[in-house]
């Protein structure tokens, strides 16, 4: 069974657990103080470009400046650029104090400034419109291939903005030509007053703000597989039914609210212990052998300790059955803790 656990009694921070058959799958935690800026939208100004990294900085409004390499530089931005070499650097396409808009694909992390990007991913509860990149066009892998083919023939109906793509997400399953062409016409309207804020005023500000904890989780993780979304909280359990009763309607009996005045919903669902060990420096697996975890500025190291592992009648056959369970347990692990 799936569950969607939301944790939300302290305002200050608000805990997202993925939980499948009692094993936590995924954990998103956002603070007042720390919230996410991947997906914002902003009008920044290029303070740095760097021709021997093939990247721009840019000044965003943030402590740190963005990184933004030149893959990520739309077309549009071009504007009859010429190459000075054999072929187009992205000196020849951005200048120092050209202010552009852009989007946050990683957040800040360590020194390191958030990854940016001029191609826009304007999410909705059915698809994701690319209003700047025809390119990326696609239909969700967890959509079953009779239901692609039905989708292909509704595409073929609807109306698509110029120079834009779209992906359809697991929830655009079985929609109607007329239901995705109205997501459509919102998300591209939401991209002309982008633009528009965008002319308004001088870099670097927010014109855009990715929707909260309680409804990119409901719109990103709300699927067919889900058994129930619950609540510990009132408020957040009446903003989430009001989401829900708008866009999928299908699924409201499936949320739901916990009374935590005896015990916490994630101690109830015992998986508080879980969350924890997220945090550790080392996972303990259930051979005796250890994973621990150090992360650096550059990178994260992973280490295998398998001196307490007792699965295998030789040290070839402990070795091979701790690696094999090891693997599992990191896969999991990278995406606990967001590495990668």
Do not use: C
Request: hydrophobic residues 40%.
């Amino acid at each position: 069974m799936k569950h969607i656990l939301i944790n939300a009694t302290h305002k200050e921070e608000i805990r997202v657990a993925i939980v499948k058959d009692k094993q936590l799958t995924d954990l998103n935690i956002e603070t007042t103080l720390n919230r996410k800026t991947k997906g914002n939208i902003y009008k920044g100004k290029i303070s740095r470009v760097e021709k021997s990294l093939e990247a721009a900085f840019v000044d965003y409004g943030k402590d740190k400046q963005g990184f933004l390499p030149f893959k990520e530089v739309a077309d549009a931005l071009y504007n009859g650029a010429t190459p000075k070499g054999d072929k187009l650097s992205i000196s020849d396409v951005l200048k120092e104090g050209q202010e552009i808009i852009v989007q946050v694909e990683k957040e800040e992390r360590g020194n390191k400034g958030a990854a940016l990007s001029t191609f826009m991913n304007l999410a909705g509860a059915y698809m994701i419109l690319t209003p700047n990149n025809p390119k990326s066009n696609g239909i969700s892998r967890q959509i079953s291939s009779s239901d692609r083919q039905a989708l292909k023939e509704v595409i073929s109906q609807m109306n698509m903005p110029d120079k834009a793509g779209m992906i359809i997400r697991t929830a655009g399953a079985g929609k109607s030509a007329a239901e995705l062409q109205w997501e459509v016409d919102y998300l591209s309207e939401l991209w002309s007053s982008i633009n528009s804020e965008a002319a308004k005023r001088g870099a670097p500000f927010l014109i855009y703000q990715e929707s909260n904890i309680i409804v990119r989780t409901l719109r990103d993780y709300l699927r067919a597989d889900t058994d129930s979304v619950i609540f510990d909280d009132l408020n957040a359990f009446k903003e989430a039914k009001d989401f829900v009763s708008f866009v999928l309607p299908h699924y409201l009996d499936r949320v739901k609210f916990f009374d935590v005045s005896e015990h916490s919903l994630f101690n109830h669902m015992s998986i508080e212990s879980q969350v924890r060990n997220v945090f550790n420096r080392e996972v303990t697996l259930s051979s005796g052998a250890t994973i621990v975890f150090d992360s650096t500025e550059a990178l994260t190291a992973i280490d295998i300790n398998s001196a307490r592992a007792t699965k295998g009648s030789d040290i070839e056959e402990t070795a091979y059955n701790t690696n094999i369970e090891a693997a599992k347990e990191i896969s999991k692990q990278l995406q606990l803790r967001d590495i990668g």
